[in-house]
């Protein structure tokens, strides 16, 4: 159990997500999600310089990865500290926050900026090259729906899980039992949007974006 590590009350926000293929579709997700963390930092009158790592957790490939751990680092504000990338599916952010705590308690350093980004819509279409197939015909990877669709390992679309995992339930969960969990999660949402949106508020940061004049 960690002793030492801790995420400060309010030292973190979370940005409402964006619809598939709706307004944020072309923007870059690190671009946009720096642009968006300074802008928190601002408002908390926190210097990035007090940072001495970062970690970015990021599932989806884009244009400047090989770079977009240091990259995301200077563009909060903190050119001079070393980050790390992290991809690892749906466990992203919860490795990346698990991985700055580790630090901290082996003292690698003392303060870290978590920074959790993707963007699913307009994915890269990737060309592996394949010398020995035939004619060297390549071989096309659609980042997000291949994946989304089949585990390597697994064999199996990811979607399958919650199948699955309802089957190893003793006694199966019921229709009524999931009706139960929907109408609870949209009472909770119903709460959340009480007085103007008040809880939502407590934790909740707008993205900006250009808005293209086409």
């Given at each position: 159990?960690?002793?030492?590590?801790?995420?400060?009350?309010?030292?973190?926000?979370?940005?409402?997500?964006?619809?598939?293929?709706?307004?944020?579709?072309?923007?870059?997700?690190?671009?946009?999600?720096?642009?968006?963390?300074?802008r928190?930092?601002?408002?908390?009158?926190?210097?990035?310089?007090?940072?001495?790592?970062?970690?970015?957790?990021?599932?989806?490939?884009?244009?400047?990865?090989?770079?977009?751990?240091?990259?995301?680092?200077?563009?909060?504000?903190?050119?001079?500290?070393?980050?790390?990338?992290?991809?690892?599916?749906?466990?992203?952010?919860?490795?990346?926050i698990?991985?700055a705590?580790?630090?901290i308690?082996?003292?690698?350093?003392?303060?870290?900026?978590?920074?959790?980004?993707?963007?699913?819509?307009?994915?890269?279409?990737?060309?592996?090259?394949?010398?020995?197939?035939?004619?060297?015909?390549?071989?096309?990877?659609?980042?997000?729906?291949?994946?989304?669709?089949?585990?390597?390992?697994?064999?199996?679309?990811?979607?399958?899980?919650?199948?699955?995992?309802?089957?190893?339930?003793?006694?199966?969960?019921?229709?009524?039992?999931?009706?139960?969990?929907?109408?609870?999660?949209?009472?909770?949402?119903?709460?959340?949007?009480?007085?103007?949106?008040?809880?939502?508020?407590?934790?909740?940061?707008?993205?900006?974006?250009?808005?293209?004049?086409?």
């Amino acid at each position: 159990m960690y002793t030492k590590s801790f995420i400060p009350y309010g030292g973190y926000y979370s940005s409402p997500f964006a619809r598939w293929q709706g307004s944020l579709q072309n923007d870059h997700p690190v671009e946009l999600a720096a642009a968006t963390a300074k802008r928190w930092l601002g408002t908390k009158n926190f210097d990035p310089k007090m940072f001495d790592y970062l970690i970015l957790g990021k599932t989806v490939t884009q244009r400047h990865t090989f770079y977009c751990a240091q990259w995301a680092a200077a563009l909060i504000g903190n050119p001079d500290i070393s980050a790390l990338y992290i991809s690892q599916a749906c466990t992203t952010s919860v490795t990346a926050i698990n991985q700055a705590a580790l630090g901290i308690e082996c003292g690698l350093y003392s303060n870290v900026y978590c920074l959790m980004t993707d963007r699913v819509s307009n994915g890269p279409h990737i060309i592996w090259p394949n010398p020995l197939g035939q004619g060297g015909q390549v071989v096309v990877e659609n980042w997000v729906l291949d994946n989304f669709n089949f585990d390597p390992w697994g064999q199996k679309p990811m979607i399958e899980t919650a199948e699955n995992v309802a089957r190893l339930i003793k006694g199966g969960v019921t229709k009524e039992y999931c009706d139960e969990v929907t109408l609870r999660r949209y009472e909770q949402y119903a709460d959340a949007l009480a007085n103007d949106r008040a809880f939502q508020k407590r934790y909740m940061f707008p993205v900006e974006y250009k808005k293209s004049k086409k």
